[in-house]
């Protein structure tokens, strides 16, 4: 599903962020995590 970023309005692939629910495009977006960047730096697991 292509769209506009949450976070960097880059319009691109997005990616569900498991603890706010934004979509987000990959540079924003942990595969690991599941978390977008923002909550990463937020909940701040490495
Ligand atoms: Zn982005
Ligand atoms: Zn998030």
Known sequence: MEGICG???A???LN???ACGTQVCLKCFDP???LCSRCMSR???Q
């Open 16 to 18: 569900v962020c498991q």
């Open 11 to 13: 319009v691109a692939e």
């Open 7 to 9: 976070i960097c309005g």
């Open 32 to 34: 690991k995590t599941r």
């Open 43 to 45: 909940i701040g697991k």
